[in-house]
């Protein structure tokens, strides 16, 4: 925390988190071996359904997102399997790198930062490898703020035996994601992006196809055995001790999102992003992304100040924004209005930009970004 300063956390993970979260995270532990715990996790487990939008089970992983997609390598395939891998960013590399540390091949679906494959690319791919066993896509690629379009990914897979992994980790409960509707077999989720509680959490469920991938699979596994999640969860635990604060603040999460509404916690981040698109459009910036996410906007610094400045700026403003990775570091910058953000954050973000930029050579009209901003929310 910036002594003296106002802390806004404004990376696309972690997120701001609710009082409500924090106060309900700090009760008092309790044995998870009780009647007592497990009639919370219960409303958890009921309310996940509600988020995924799945009448399945959602296993809980006290780990971080990664964990939940190593989780979903292990559990559905061997070694010498082939998968095809959306690589659109870091996160969609990430899947691809998960699967050579288990001996499990790819081929590689390589799409240009920033921009999403189309469906007949998967189609394509998975006429020429009919063996291909799971196709791993990311449904926002955080690292470069774009929205992948799952749904029509989704019914091309499910045509095929192969099944679909989705990295929903800065995805779920921000962008709509219909889980069942979709087809979508493995959805993997971090709980510290659009869940709103602290880090510490995956998430994971399985469709029935998935499940007979799983029983197939002889990759190793232990910790995050999803046969052993599935048979503890019939009695309403999990298989090792559970993360009980982080489940706690789950609980108290979830109970906020269902109280809004999960169709309208998706309208208001389409509004937010909206709304940021055009502060920073009005600002004569560019964005990013072909397809933006509308949790977190990639912002193109301009050539009169270079990203790690931007950063730097808003950091001296008591504000934490995200940087670009790799190529794009320096490049860009990621604001994020994802889980507990609202219309003030949005503005924050672009007042504090201007400031930025009135400190540089970078020529603007001052209030420019501010307005166009205040204009989408005032419709
Ligand atoms: C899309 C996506 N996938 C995976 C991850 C990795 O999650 P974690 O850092 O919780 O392991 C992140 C978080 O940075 C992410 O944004």
Request: hydrophobic share 45%; net charge neutral; with cysteine.
């Amino acid at each position: 925390m910036l002594v003296g300063k106002k802390y806004y956390l404004m990376s696309p993970g972690p997120t701001s988190v609710p009082p409500e979260v924090s106060l309900a995270e700090a009760q008092p532990i309790i044995h998870h071996r009780t009647p007592a715990y497990e009639e919370i996790f219960s409303e958890v487990n009921e309310n996940l359904r509600y988020l995924f939008q799945t009448s399945r089970d959602v296993y809980t992983l006290a780990s971080s997102g990664t964990g939940a997609m190593e989780a979903a390598v292990v559990n559905l395939l061997s070694a010498g399997d082939l998968a095809l891998v959306v690589n659109a960013g870091k996160f969609g590399e990430r899947w691809g790198k998960i699967c050579k540390a288990y001996g499990v091949n790819t081929i590689l679906l390589d799409v240009e930062w920033g921009d999403v494959p189309s469906p007949e690319m998967i189609a394509e791919k998975l006429k020429e490898s009919p063996e291909i066993k799971v196709v791993f896509a990311t449904l926002c690629e955080t690292s470069t703020a774009t929205l992948l379009p799952i749904k029509e990914i989704a019914e091309v897979v499910a045509k095929t035996d192969a099944c679909l992994v989705v990295d929903a980790v800065s995805g779920m409960g921000v962008e709509e994601f219909k889980t069942d509707e979709w087809q979508v077999d493995v959805v993997a989720v971090g709980s510290q992006k659009g869940l709103m509680i602290p880090p510490g959490l995956g998430l994971i469920t399985m469709s029935e196809k998935a499940w007979g991938l799983a029983a197939k699979s002889t990759l190793p596994k232990f910790y995050f055995s999803l046969a052993a999640a599935k048979k503890n969860l019939v009695d309403r635990q999990t298989a090792y001790t559970p993360a009980v604060s982080l489940i706690y603040a789950l609980r108290q999460a979830l109970e906020m999102m269902k109280k809004e509404g999960i169709e309208n916690v998706w309208k208001r981040h389409q509004l937010l992003a909206q709304a940021c698109q055009a502060g920073v459009k009005a600002l004569g910036l560019e964005i990013l992304s072909k397809s933006p996410a509308n949790g977190v906007t990639a912002v193109v610094a301009p050539s009169e100040i270079d990203g790690k400045t931007i950063i730097k700026g808003y950091k001296e403003q008591g504000i934490i924004v995200a940087g670009g990775q790799d190529h794009l570091k320096n490049k860009i910058f990621r604001v994020a209005h994802m889980g507990y953000a609202g219309t003030f954050d949005v503005l924050t973000a672009i007042a504090a930009l201007e400031m930025i930029l009135a400190k540089s050579t970078y020529s603007f009209e001052k209030g420019a970004g501010i307005k166009a901003a205040e204009g989408v929310f005032l419709g």
